[in-house]
Nanobody, 122 residues
C-alpha cells in the first residue's frame, strides 16, 4: 500500500504563490519507480490534470492553463513531490490531489491523496 498526504493549501490573493507538498509512504512505495502527478477538482466538474513528473524528474508535463506559472519537482530521498504555484488566479481555486502511477507520469494513477484546498481570492 501507498499513502499520499498533501499539504500546503490555503487562501491566497490573486497574483500570489503557494507551494504544495505531497509526502509518500508505505512499504511498496520504494519497490516501484512511481511517476507522480497533481490534479485538481472543483465542485460539479471533472478532475483535471495539472502537472506530472517522471520518477527520475527528467520529464515534466503541464496543463496549458498552468504552463509558465506552476512548477512540479520531486525529492526522491524524501519521497516528496512539490507543486510550486505562482501568479495564482481565481480560476486556480480547487481541491488539489497528488497521485502516484506505476505506468507513467500521465497515468493512469494507482494511488491518490486526500486532497488539499487552494482558494485564490480576486
Amino acid at each position: 500500500q501507498v499513502q499520499l498526504v498533501e499539504s500546503g493549501g490555503g487562501l491566497v490573493q490573486a497574483g500570489g504563490s503557494l507551494r504544495l507538498s505531497c509526502a509518500a509512504s508505505g512499504r511498496t512505495f520504494s519497490s516501484y519507480n512511481y511517476a507522480m502527478g497533481w490534479l485538481r477538482q472543483t465542485p460539479g466538474k471533472e478532475r483535471e490534470f495539472v502537472a506530472a513528473i517522471s520518477w527520475s524528474g527528467g520529464n515534466t508535463y503541464y496543463a496549458d492553463s498552468v504552463k509558465g506559472r506552476f512548477t512540479i519537482s520531486r525529492d526522491n530521498a524524501k519521497n516528496t513531490v512539490y507543486l510550486q504555484m505562482n501568479s495564482l488566479k481565481p480560476e486556480d481555486t480547487a481541491v488539489y490531489f497528488c497521485a502516484a502511477s506505476k505506468r507513467g507520469a500521465l497515468g493512469p494513477y494507482d494511488y491518490w491523496g486526500q486532497g488539499t484546498q487552494v482558494t485564490v481570492s480576486s
